[in-house]
């Protein structure tokens, strides 16, 4: 028998010996299931590719959460916190209420004396039943419907011939983090169930949004990679369920309004940009701008096409999207009085100006093959970057400069 709390029109149940919870509803409505554990956390591991994928592409991890061990459940005003045990980790799921979300946060303690590799938490939950499937429609603004699956807007759930709603591998590949609207759900006589993540920290992957075993199921990732220290606690949050009366707009209004609620007010002018990208040099083949002079000339255009900003990407070909030298302006954007008349002109049409700052690292090369210098980055500040578990300098595209280093942070500051 599970136990459960009433807390404002929520109804939360867990199981009594674990403390998984098992199930969340609202005013009676069909609600989300949790057949599965709702958080399990990958440790250790192996990443066998140095390079932009290495994030995501871990094998060999250990799976904690699966069983835990309920130690305590805490009421504090309209917060419920299950505490619960885990091998080595300690997890403090907390449940905070509003009217019709429920925002979720998983504290996650090291209690052994060693450190621990933290890669992603998987968090998953489920709802509906093949009864329901005739009722409901899917929610998920802004991502790509499922390519293999024949279109139809709105169309019902028991329609579906693909196991995904949606296309998980469009941007960037199956497992890249997400950085969609993150609103996913479904919708039916007049209730969205619908689930979506805000956290400026740690990036969240879709892994699954369709129909298995019978349900409709989620299936997120988040990636939170870190050795965490014996004592330590890492906090993941920004996690929300909402179970939303009205119209699918109702509910996708007021999931999206939770972004604005997010966000943080801009100080000063707080007028939309609309910015173009400039790049001056040559790039794919074909050269737009040969220099600042001739972006002058077409500000007056750009102004009345409704642009008031403009991006200044890196020079091309060389520098190129990377980083060479932070204090050489010259190499980095081109000539710096050119561009200080560039940005003086752009002002006194209304223009502001934006200089793409690349952070992660300079290009690796022979500077005799490609005729180029070398960043002094590479020569003079080889222990300003990242290592690879390998104990290679670790790459993205570029060797990875370590953002976390302070005398990259001073120098950069």
Known sequence: MNEGVNVLDWRLEWNPENGLPTSLTRRGKPGFTFPEPMMTFLIGGITPNNGRNQMYDVVGCDILGVSPQLTEVKLEKEIVYINTAFGPLHLKTGFEFKEDEVWLSFAVTNHSHRDIRLRSGVWRMSALNPMDFHRYSVIAPGYSPNMNEPYRVFKKIDEYREKEFIDLNCHGGAGTPGYRSGIIGVHGEGVGLVNWYLNETFSCHIESFGVEDDAVRWVRKIYCPCDLKPGETLVLDGLRMGIIEGTRGDAIRSASGDFSRFAKTPAGDSTPLRIMEICIGEKAGRSVFKGYDE???????????????????????????????????????????????????????????????????????????????????????????????????????????????????????
């Open 295 to 413: 972006v002058i000339k077409k500000l007056p255009e750009i102004a009345d096409m409704g642009f008031n900003a403009l991006q200044i990407m890196p020079a091309m070909p060389f520098p190129s999207y990377s980083t060479f030298d932070l204090m050489d302006i010259g190499i980095t954007y081109g000539d710096e009085a050119e561009l200080r008349n560039l940005a003086e002109k752009a002002h006194g049409l209304g223009l502001k100006i934006i200089c793409d700052i690349v952070l992660h690292g300079p290009f690796e090369y022979e500077p005799e093959v490609v005729l180029r210098p070398v960043s002094p980055y590479l020569k003079d500040r080889k222990d300003w970057f990242m290592r690879h578990e390998s104990g290679e300098p670790g790459r993205t595209y570029t060797r990875s400069l370590d953002l976390a280093d302070p005398r990259y942070q001073i120098h950069v500051a």
